[in-house]
Nanobody, 119 residues
Framework: QVQLVESGGGLVQVGDSLRLACAAS????????VAWFCQAPGKERQFIAR????????FYADFVRGRFTISRDNTKNTVYLQMNSLKPEDTAVYYC????????????WGQGTQVTVSS
């Protein structure tokens, strides 16, 4: 069974940076696309970025382009989200999710990690 575990969240100040990590285990061959989402209190979950683990293809949501960077280390089965110039509106729970690239639905989800940006 695939498991995704996020880490790296915390409380930071405006303008700070954080790097989140999503470590995958258990049958990771079926998870070729890994994405990051965020959900702020009272809001719907929002797509941030995705990466294809084999090809390195990356796609970003417009609202993070230029501030957030997704990357992968296949030797560690880990996908990262580097977040720079953090703003109070980035405060949310951040989730990583995985799917087979031939499917649209993200089947596997982590438990989430809280990011709080204080002004």
């Amino acid at each position: 069974q695939v498991q995704l575990v996020e880490s790296g969240g915390g409380l930071v100040q405006v303008g700070d940076s954080l790097r989140l990590a999503c470590a995958a285990s258990g049958g990771t061959d079926s998870v070729n696309v890994v994405a990051w989402f965020c959900q702020a209190p009272g809001k719907e979950r929002q797509f941030i970025a995705r990466i294809t683990r084999t090809t390195g293809y990356i796609f970003y949501a417009d609202f993070v382009r230029g501030r957030f960077t997704i990357s992968r280390d296949n030797t560690k089965n880990t996908v990262y989200l580097q977040m720079n110039s953090l703003k109070p509106e980035d405060t949310a729970v951040y989730y990583c999710a995985g799917r087979d690239e031939r499917k649209n639905e993200y089947k596997y989800w982590g438990q989430g990690t809280q990011v709080t940006v204080s002004s």
